[in-house]
């Protein structure tokens, strides 16, 4: 029988102190920047052995770490120095070192509601949000602003009228107060938003007595 895939958990479950593992262990490499060796990031780190070496992996192809120790004796370890070090947020990359782009309109939409001083609709936020390397559909713009509405990022400062092609959409406008730090809040697919400034679920859908 073949293995069935593992779901990934939450990101509440994921994460501790708001941190993923990814991010726990670049900060241990920045902090250590050179003679670095998976058994020894993973206990810094508290991530378990097979992340830490999957994501050195990933940080190695992608050019932000090599191999310092030119000869390695049987039973010695590899080690590692950082050789591009882009900031405090840790490289989201693939397993062969290519840049992830999943979840960066989400960033992106963040980053831009907090400096708009105006009230915008989804589709004025999607083209302001998109660039050359990343764009921002509108349906994904409407969906992440219906659910930040939730949770009180954002606020809806004009009911729209009617749907589709003559509709006029919401228009909304981002709640200064409720800006909790650079990492967007990430809706889960449990029905929830989790965000990882503060290291907390923000936001669950009620259950309602159909779903019992």
């Given at each position: 029988m073949a293995a069935t895939k593992k779901a990934r958990q939450p990101a509440e479950l994921e994460m501790i102190g708001g941190k993923s593992k990814r991010q726990r262990i670049w900060e241990v490499i920045r902090a250590?920047?050179?003679?670095?060796?998976?058994?020894?990031?993973?206990?810094?780190?508290g991530v378990d052995d097979c992340t830490t070496k999957t994501y050195m992996q990933a940080l190695e192809r992608g050019g932000f770490i090599e191999?310092?120790?030119?000869?390695?004796?049987i039973g010695d370890e590899k080690q590692y120095r950082l050789i591009k070090d882009n900031g405090l947020e840790a490289p989201r990359l693939t397993k062969d070192g290519q840049p992830v782009?999943?979840?960066?309109?989400?960033?992106?939409?963040?980053r831009t509601m907090r400096i708009l001083g105006s009230d915008f609709n989804y589709q004025e936020l999607a083209g302001l949000a998109s660039t050359s390397e990343v764009t921002v559909s509108p349906a994904a713009a409407r969906d992440y602003l219906k659910h930040l509405a939730h949770a009180g990022y954002v606020t809806v400062v004009a009911k729209g009228k009617g749907r589709g092609a003559g509709g006029v959409p919401n228009r909304y406008r981002?709640?200064?107060?409720?800006?909790?730090g650079p990492r967007p809040p990430m809706v889960q697919r449990t029905k929830s938003i989790y965000d990882p400034n503060v290291g907390k679920v923000v936001w669950q859908e009620e259950v309602s007595d159909d779903d019992l």
């Open positions: 250590q920047r050179d003679g670095l060796t998976c058994y020894a990031l993973s206990r810094r780190s191999q310092s120790n030119e000869t390695v004796r782009t999943q979840g960066r309109s989400q960033e992106q939409m963040w981002f709640n200064l107060g409720r800006y909790t």
